[in-house]
């Protein structure tokens, strides 16, 4: 497959915005997917956590904001603290997600999860975590 | 001993076998968990953005009642509040600017002096009692029940919290010998259980449920352990789902880790709250001659 690496698309601005919330660099990465391998979610996932950052290397931040897999991380820290270049990518996902959440788009329902969370008896963790995760 | 003690919300609801198991083991320990005069909800999870302030507001303001309360140390159950309190504290400790606009933040508060240490309950058992006096105080010892531990992530991960080695953890382990239990190699003891994907994405937990318990199960455990309330309702409660997405799959009693110690240490069978437990464990308790 053709990819084209434009170099406006690789300091975007969004890019920058990226590195700076979440306090890492992102061209520390040297894609060895050691942070794959460990990652629990990467079934549930459409981009690895290596093509996630390797995306955000070369520029293409939509294929990130767009996939499932910055919605299926858990923020299980695996595979920050398995990377033998130290990097965070689990704060990297975050700010990923804020990226979306911080323009008022919210992934659930406040009514929808309390609804939910009456069926059964979830614990109150869950329903909070999962606003904090998803909502902005 | 007095020692200071933030429940968090669940403990209070959902959890409440593990607060009142946690209680009553503290007790014949010589603990007493006293439990802060005011708290809030903890917020649950670290926020990990580096322009993010607001939300270390709720742990640091736990913080601060522990030092109204007139204590240096606090301790925790709930894994969650675990992570969340000591993540806020050591943020705190590294950085003083952010405490700073913090502290002026919540300015009808005392300001927060970042001293205050955060234990979770196993690490203040081995550090301030030692397994060795937990070991004499063994009344009913475990013995015959094979036991896989499971940390899940907050316990662990990441560096700056972590209670022991974060591949081969240990401390749970240890206190479980120490109580008569045989512990079973379990490789997906770090494993995560999903989380709060629990709610909207169900489907992922099941699928994890699933894949944790049925490895316990061929590992050979009677009953997996552990110590956070959102693992628990995952990998107890959820597995009336998974048995219906998964006809083959075998259920399997889970616990925290402070049922086994209440009864090991002759605590009151009441005092395990295990009607709140989804997958019965009395069964198995009872094939060990472990309860009567
Ligand atoms: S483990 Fe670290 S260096 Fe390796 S691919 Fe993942 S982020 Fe990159
Ligand atoms: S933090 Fe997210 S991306 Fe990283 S290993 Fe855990 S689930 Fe995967």
Excluded at chain 1, 1 to 21: F, G, H, L, P
């Amino acid at each position: 497959m053709k990819i084209e690496i434009k170099n406006e698309e690789v300091r975007s601005e969004i890019i920058q915005r990226i590195e700076e919330i979440s306090g890492e660099n992102i061209y520390k990465c040297y894609q060895c997917g050691k942070c794959s391998a460990g990652c629990p979610s990467a079934d549930e996932m459409d981009l690895l956590p290596n093509q996630v950052i390797r995306n955000l290397q070369i520029g293409k931040v939509d294929a990130v904001l767009n996939s499932r897999s910055i919605w299926v991380c858990a923020t299980c820290y695996m595979c920050w603290i398995r990377c033998p270049r130290g990097v965070n990518l689990t704060s990297l996902f975050e700010a990923c997600r804020l990226m979306t959440l911080r323009q008022n788009l919210d992934q659930v329902g406040l009514k929808e999860a309390i609804k939910e969370s009456e069926e059964m008896d979830i614990p109150q963790i869950a329903i909070i975590s999962l606003l904090r995760k998803l909502t902005s | 001993m007095e020692v200071s003690y933030f429940p968090g919300c669940t403990l209070k609801q959902t959890a409440r076998n593990f607060e009142i198991s946690a209680i009553s083991s503290c007790k014949l320990l010589g603990l007493d968990l006293t439990e802060l005069s005011r708290w809030n909800c903890c917020g649950t999870v670290y926020s990990l953005s580096t322009d993010d302030s607001m939300h270390h507001l709720a742990p640091i303001r736990n913080l601060i009642r522990v030092q109204e309360d007139g204590f240096k140390e606090v301790v925790t159950l709930c894994s969650m509040c675990y992570n969340t309190l000591k993540q806020a504290n050591e943020l705190m400790k590294k950085e003083p600017d952010r405490l700073k606009k913090m502290n002026d933040f919540m300015y009808r508060e005392e300001d927060y002096i970042p001293d205050v240490e955060v234990y979770h309950l196993v690490t203040y058992i081995k550090e301030r009692l030692g397994y060795e006096k937990v070991r004499e105080l063994v009344k009913q010892p475990l013995t015959g029940l094979k036991v896989a531990v499971y940390y899940g992530c907050l316990l662990l991960r990441p560096d700056s919290i972590k209670l022991d080695d974060r591949e081969n953890p240990m401390i749970m382990e240890d206190l479980l010998t120490a109580l008569g239990a045989e512990i079973i190699d379990y490789p997906f003891s770090n494993e995560c259980c999903g989380s709060y994907h629990t709610l909207g994405q169900k489907e992922i937990v099941l699928n994890r449920t699933n894949k944790l318990i049925t490895e316990a199960r061929r590992d050979g455990a009677d009953v997996l352990v552990l110590s956070c309330p959102e693992c628990d309702f995952n990998l107890d409660h959820r597995q009336k789902d998974t048995l219906e997405k998964y006809p083959n799959f075998q259920t399997m009693p889970v616990l925290y880790f402070t049922q086994l110690l209440n009864i090991a240490l002759g605590g009151n069978l009441e005092d395990c709250g295990f009607e709140l437990n989804y997958i019965d464990p009395l069964p198995v308790l009872r094939e060990k001659g472990i309860i009567k």
